[in-house]
């Protein structure tokens, strides 16, 4: 079983990407039992929560992304979504996925640069 993550790179200020994190080779019934989260972190910085997407597709956001972020799952894909809108230069960090593997597990990160 690997995580795959994609989806990051430069963009400026106002525009749009969408992150995500697959877990190639696990079984679907696996997959749907886990609540993926997503982090992000800027050098030198704290961890800072994004969102939490439960088995039955319950929603929590960070404060800092309400309205502008949306998280989503696709179980037959095995594949957590992170669209990411109206982006503004502090929203640059390495963005984490967690527990897409199971409880603990974490991606190496997805740089997301904005520029001004």
């Known amino acids: 079983v690997q995580l795959v993550e994609s989806g990051g790179g430069v963009v400026q200020a106002g525009g749009s990407l969408r992150l995500s994190c697959r877990a190639s080779?696990?079984?679907?019934?696996?997959?749907?039992?886990?609540?993926p989260e997503w982090y992000r972190q800027v050098p030198g910085g704290q961890r800072e929560f994004i969102a939490r997407i439960s088995s039955t597709r319950n929603i929590e956001y960070g404060d800092n992304v309400q309205g502008r972020f949306t998280a989503s799952r696709d179980n037959s894909r095995k594949t957590v979504y992170l669209q990411m809108n109206s982006l503004k230069p502090e929203d640059t960090a390495v963005y984490y996925c967690?527990?897409?593997?199971?409880?603990?597990?974490w991606g190496k990160g997805i740089p997301v640069n904005v520029s001004s």
């Open positions: 080779g696990m079984i679907t019934s696996v997959f749907w039992q886990n609540t």
């Open positions: 967690a527990n897409v593997l199971g409880p603990g597990s």
